[in-house]
């Protein structure tokens, strides 16, 4: 391990993965060789939530990551016995998760005696005043009506920290803010009051940088020849060590991939970010403008000199909403004339959108994937050799989207030559808007499972 292992003044805190889907072996890989004190699965993205309370209430399935469990079987065997660990994929039901971690420990060699304790109280789907306004528009909660599924505080680090002082050594959680669940468990070790912006200031800092694990060690730096980023394959997935001072040096597992300098802490440093000098989190508002970043060793970079301006009143609050079907199909065309072929195949599904089903042909996006879906204003140079007529369907009406179907199926036979490899996919969606809620109205507690 770079760097060595943890001194007794020091934290070392690993990040486990930086979503819901992330890999496996980069977290098993720390957990064995990271020395770790902690070891943090974040996992949930902002339309994540959502969608687990959607499942929830419709008893499709688990409001929580079930995907956690294989993360958590995959690390038990190499986890020291001192080494808590804490994961936002309780997302709408940490309660849940956390009796399920339990059966798991009781069932596992490598888990007996630990702890587990649930955060709740995220959900403030009953306390967001009807009258708080959406971010960047004139509607209120209120207007949303029956299309609101869910909404989650992003709450700090106070209520995990509590948990761990009560003797967890699993801290299951819902909705946090991401680097909040890093900073717990570095403040509890340093007897830092999650009351004070300035001393959460470091933890929340070394929270950000991690929150995204392979995006510091190179997974979102590397950009082909231009920026080149070693090993990717076997991308090593960050950690810290934290000092009592709140200087921390970030590191990364030896002969893992990846890449840890000053360009890619920098980086992430700013992803994100709207204002470097106020940026809003639920511990602290952090002013980035001073903090260093000093490359110290191969893949051993130290940040310092973290500092905050008070912490916000309110807490953000992200509001699931019920967006309708998403429906997409395309087809595929291949070889001369495969641009003329794809324009013609949109152009016969927007003209029966319009002539025969006597619907808006505006509803329905048309795209040609592999020319220009990504940049319609720009004209790309040369004939593509390959491309996709795409054409997709926002909708509340699901005739509507089967039908969209059935029309893109049809170019099978109906022209224009050559259509091959139809893809067609269906899906329910949340969308996800934001508001803001006065902290004193979010309570969020501690409930110990075992």
Do not use: C, Q
């Given at each position: 391990m770079a760097g060595g292992g943890p001194t007794v003044s020091t934290f070392r805190i690993g990040a486990g993965s930086g979503f819901a889907g992330d890999r496996f072996e980069p977290a098993e890989i720390l957990a064995e060789h990271g020395d770790l004190d902690a070891l943090v699965f974040e996992c949930l993205a902002e339309r994540t939530i959502g969608l687990a309370q959607q499942r929830a209430a419709s008893s499709a399935g688990a409001g929580f990551d079930r995907l956690f469990l294989d993360r958590l079987t995959?690390?038990?065997?190499?986890?020291?016995?001192?080494?808590?660990?804490?994961?936002?994929?309780?997302?709408?039901?940490?309660?849940?998760?956390?009796?399920?971690?339990?059966?798991?420990?009781a069932a596992h060699p490598r888990g007996a005696g630990r702890r587990v304790a649930a955060v709740i109280g995220d959900d403030v789907t009953a306390r967001v005043p009807s009258d708080a306004r959406i971010t960047g528009t004139d509607l209120t909660i209120g207007d949303l009506g029956?299309?609101?599924?869910?909404?989650?505080?992003?709450?700090?680090?106070?209520?995990?920290?509590?948990?761990?002082?009560?003797?967890?050594?699993?801290?299951?959680?819902?909705?946090?803010?991401?680097?909040?669940?890093?900073?717990?468990?570095?403040a509890v070790h340093h007897g830092w009051d999650d009351a004070s912006p300035d001393e959460m200031a470091a933890p929340t800092l070394v929270g950000h940088l991690l929150e995204c694990a392979g995006q510091l060690t190179g997974g979102y730096f590397a950009d082909g020849?231009?920026?080149?980023?070693?090993?990717?394959?076997?991308?090593?997935?960050?950690?810290?060590?934290?000092?009592?001072?709140?200087?921390?040096?970030?590191?990364?597992?030896?002969g893992t991939g990846g890449l840890i300098s000053r360009a890619t802490v920098l980086e992430q440093l700013l992803y994100e970010i709207d204002d470097p000098g106020r940026y809003k989190t639920p511990d602290a508002t952090l002013d980035l403008g001073d903090v260093r970043i000093d490359e110290v060793g191969p893949d051993r970079v130290r940040v310092s000199a973290a500092s905050a301006q008070g912490r916000p009143e309110q807490l953000k609050v992200s509001v699931g909403v019920r967006d309708g079907f998403l429906a997409v199909g395309s087809i595929a065309y291949a070889?001369?004339?495969?641009?003329?072929?794809?324009?013609?195949?949109?152009?016969?599904?927007?003209?029966r959108w319009d002539e025969v089903h006597g619907r808006d042909p505006g509803e329905v996006r048309a795209d040609l994937q592999g020319y220009?879906?990504?940049?319609?204003?720009?004209?790309?140079?040369?004939?593509?050799?390959?491309?996709?007529?795409?054409?997709?369907?926002?909708?509340f009406d699901r005739v509507a989207a089967a039908l969209l179907h059935r029309?893109?199926?049809?170019?099978?036979?109906?022209?224009?030559?050559?259509?091959?490899?139809?893809d067609l996919s269906l899906k329910?969606?949340?969308?996800?808007?934001?508001?803001?809620?006065?902290?004193?109205?979010?309570?969020?507690?501690?409930?110990?499972?075992s």
């Open positions: 995959g690390v038990l065997p190499h986890l020291a016995s001192r080494t808590r660990v804490l994961t936002n994929a309780g997302a709408a039901d940490p309660v849940g998760l956390a009796r399920a971690v339990v059966d798991l420990l029956d299309r609101l599924v869910s909404a989650n505080a992003y709450i700090g680090a106070g209520a995990a920290m509590r948990a761990l002082e009560n003797g967890a050594d699993v801290v299951i959680t819902g909705r946090m803010g991401d680097a909040a669940l890093f900073a717990a468990p570095i020849d231009r920026k080149v980023v070693p090993g990717l394959a076997t991308l090593g997935f960050p950690y810290a060590d934290v000092a009592a001072d709140g200087v921390a040096e970030f590191g990364k597992a030896d070889g001369r004339g495969a641009r003329e072929r794809a324009e013609l195949a949109l152009r016969i599904v927007r003209e220009n879906s990504l940049r319609p204003w720009h004209e790309p140079h040369g004939e593509p050799a390959e491309v996709r007529a795409r054409l997709s369907l926002r909708t029309e893109v199926e049809a170019l099978y036979t109906n022209g224009p030559a050559g259509g091959g490899g139809a329910e969606t949340v969308g996800i808007v934001s508001t803001f809620i006065d902290r004193d109205r979010v309570e969020p507690r501690v409930e110990m499972v």
